[in-house]
């Protein structure tokens, strides 16, 4: 069955650094997501991506986080200056349709932030 | 603003027993809800997928349901097994984007 790939499974940065997250979602989905889960919390939102652009971003997804979809399988996930608080799993999903359409999620990248 | 809460955040039961799972959502206006497992160290697999319009959605040993209007779902999972063995959490799509609203999950261990 497809699924959807994160690499790499575990980043370790220090305070300040720049991460990349990557993500190869299922071939045929059209929609593209990011959430994270901050260890013990529940899974939160970042940001939702159709045709190129961001469809909807919450708080969380300040100027310092920024996506894109470089060709057409990577979809990524940039955070230009890494906090301490930014440690979390961080987890990619994809659905076919953007309504009533279950979402894929792949197996997280742990980012540790020192 | 959503909120999603679900209860017990933990269960333990013995293997065999039928048990369910609950879910609250503060905002009935809703798209579908969702049930994931969750699995220690990897990501969430979809379990099943409620339409608004839906009551409940069945998919093996697993039903859910969806009462909008009291804003409840339940999970029932049927003669359990120790691989049912995982945290379930249960989210809505209150905007049509596919923004999830998850709870905080329920982790339940099956013992054998």
């Known amino acids: 069955e497809p699924e959807v790939t994160q690499t790499p499974s575990h980043q370790v940065t220090q305070m300040g650094q720049e991460v990349i997250l990557r993500c190869v979602p299922i071939?045929?989905?059209?929609?593209f997501y990011w959430y994270r889960q901050i260890l013990g919390q529940k899974v939160e939102f970042l940001v939702s991506f159709y045709n190129n652009e961001i469809s909807e971003k919450s708080e969380i997804f300040d100027d310092q986080f920024s996506v894109e979809r470089p060709d057409g399988s990577n979809f990524t996930l940039k955070i230009r200056s890494t906090k301490l608080e930014d440690s979390a799993m961080y987890f990619c999903?994809?659905?076919?349709?953007?309504?009533?359409?279950?979402?894929?999620f792949g197996n997280g990248t742990r980012l540790t932030v020192t | 603003k959503q909120e999603v809460t679900q209860i017990p955040a933990a269960l333990s039961v013995p293997e065999g027993e039928n048990l369910v799972l609950n879910c609250s959502f503060t905002d009935s206006a809703i798209y579908n809800l969702q049930w994931f497992r969750q699995d220690p160290g990897k990501g969430l697999t979809s379990l099943l997928l409620?339409?608004?319009?839906?009551r409940e959605q069945t998919s093996g040993r697993l039903n859910a349901s969806l009462d909008k209007s009291s804003g409840r779902s339940t999970l029932y999972i049927a003669a359990s097994q120790p691989g049912d063995s995982a945290t379930y959490l249960c989210?809505?799509?209150?905007?049509?984007?596919?923004?999830?609203?998850f709870g905080q999950g329920t982790t339940l261990q099956v013992k054998p």
């Open positions: 999903a994809s659905s076919v349709l953007r309504l009533d359409s279950p979402l894929h």
């Open positions: 989210a809505v799509d209150s905007s049509n984007t596919g923004k999830l609203i």
């Open positions: 071939s045929n989905h059209l929609y």
């Open positions: 409620i339409q608004s319009s839906q």
